[in-house]
């Protein structure tokens, strides 16, 4: 789930990124009689010379292990060479398309990843690979090959050596990552050197690498704001919703903005990534809402297939509620902040109906602001139906007892559950044949939010100024 509000080349780009990824169910390991060896085993080794690399040995353990091999995102691998039980090697091609298929013989693969000459210093790079020396940023899919299919018992075993790396997954106590096919599909964000901190909340850790130096922050303040960002997760959900997260922090070279870019790809469990400016000064951070959306993506279940005015709608929405619910920010700079990025999104699609603007597409900003109005508008409308006891947060603790995604119709369902009768398909109805922000002024007065001049707010007594209250608190204090 891309994100980012100021460079919208970059964020085209990675809502392309983001769609191509498909997302699994919760992690679990099948069953399989003691001491059966996996189909696959990955021996990586991180290189130095002649330039940073990630060499990769995969041996195909079992005569049943897939021939059919792929790169989920092509061009980082032209050649594997390929070797037989006799050990003779030969190469071969790698399609346009990323594919390669190995005869039937085959026992080891051997390919390697340049990691410089795919990638760099521009925040372009980083799911090609962005770093120097032997700090790298880099996605699964552009480096790691694996099964053009997977069937739910495929089994592999990767291990890292030469580096310290943080794939999404934890490695057992001898550094072997245990992993299933799904996970070779949906591989993450992977951080090879740089330094490490961990953050823990109750009942979650957050493993996080800072891959690369800052000029004017230390580790400890950047952990400090991943931490900070992770509690405010805890004003919609009230446990964290994965035991286990790794996110990784890249400084970009002559940036002052703290969070500039972040993203959350769908690996099990899934793997965030964030940009910052290598010359942003410690005190920018507290204003910083890059770090606190991509973790409130990890609230909701992601939504398959893929719906990105919805996810990206909610994590918007909860981006400003949760910072006023922290105490980060008033409830009146939340509201401040609310109504600025709808002015955004609306300057971006004017009249258009939300019906067109979510079928045809439109800037980030036209997006996510439609889909933050109706988030709001459907937290306002539980509100009132359940007698201002249960809102959006309700709905997304619903899901969550019912795993790590869902689909659309399943996300309406648990809307309604939460109402206590029909509710989420009238009011979608409702949005998608209007303009997509023609919910914003009646909204906005029956809260008793009025905007001022140049962008100030007041909020006052209204007929659900105590619907407006509860969103800007946790469900606790209500
Ligand atoms: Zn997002």
Redesign the pocket.
């Known amino acids: 789930?891309?994100?980012s509000r100021p460079v919208s080349l970059l964020v085209a780009w990675a809502v392309l990124l983001g769609g191509l990824g498909a997302c699994q169910p919760t992690r679990t390991l099948p069953l399989r009689p003691e001491g059966e060896a996996p189909a696959l085993r990955y021996r990586v080794t991180f290189v130095r010379e002649p330039e940073p690399a990630l060499d990769v040995e995969l041996v195909r353990v079992r005569e049943d292990a897939p021939r059919d091999f792929l790169f989920t995102q092509p061009g980082g691998v032209e050649q594997v060479r390929v070797s037989g039980p006799e050990g003779v090697e030969r190469e071969l091609p790698v399609s346009p398309e990323g594919g390669v298929v190995v005869p039937r013989d085959t026992r080891v693969l051997r390919y390697r990843y340049r990691l410089e000459s795919r990638g760099g210093r521009r925040h372009s790079d980083f799911i090609t690979g962005m770093g120097e020396g032997e700090t790298w940023h880099v996605a699964g899919r552009v480096w790691l090959l694996r099964p053009r299919t997977v069937t739910p018992s495929l089994r592999a075993e990767l291990t890292v050596e030469g580096v310290d790396a943080l794939p999404p997954w934890e490695p057992d106590a001898s550094g072997v990552y245990h992993l299933l096919g799904g996970d070779l599909v949906d591989s993450g964000f992977h951080g090879f050197g740089g330094r490490r901190c961990t953050v823990r909340l109750p009942g979650a850790v957050l493993e996080v690498a800072v891959l690369g130096r800052m000029s004017r922050m230390d580790d400890a303040a950047l952990c400090a704001w991943v931490r900070q960002a992770a509690g405010e997760v805890l004003t919609v959900r009230r446990s964290f919703p994965y035991p286990r997260i790794t996110v990784r922090i890249v400084p970009v070279p002559g940036r002052e903005a703290p969070g500039i870019f972040?993203?959350?790809l769908w690996s099990s469990p899934p793997s965030v990534s964030l940009l910052v400016g290598q010359d942003a000064a410690p005190e920018s951070f507290v204003r910083d809402w890059v770090a606190v959306?991509?973790l409130?993506?990890l609230a909701h279940p992601a939504i398959l297939p893929r719906v990105a005015w919805l996810?990206?709608g909610l994590?918007?929405y909860y981006t400003e509620l949760a910072r006023a619910r922290s105490g980060r920010q008033t409830p009146q700079r939340a509201w401040e902040e609310l109504l600025a990025g709808f002015a955004r999104g609306r300057a971006d699609v004017g009249s258009r109906t939300m019906e067109d603007v979510t079928t045809h597409g439109a800037s980030y900003q036209g997006i996510?602001w439609t889909g933050a109005l109706f988030a709001l508008d459907l937290d306002v409308a539980l509100r009132r139906v359940t007698g201002n006891t249960r809102g959006l947060d309700a709905v997304l603790a619903r899901l969550a007892e019912s795993g790590t995604t869902a689909t659309f119709e399943e996300f309406g369902a648990a809307v309604d559950a939460v109402a206590g009768r029909p509710l989420f398909q009238e009011l979608l109805a409702w949005h998608l044949s209007r303009p997509a922000f023609a919910a914003l002024e009646p909204l906005l007065e029956a809260l008793g939010v009025e905007s001022g001049p140049e962008g100030v707010v007041r909020l006052g007594a209204a007929r659900d100024s105590q619907v407006r209250h509860a969103l800007e608190v946790r469900a606790e204090e209500l």
């Open positions: 789930m891309p994100c972040g993203m959350v959306h991509e409130l993506h996810t990206e994590a918007t996510y």
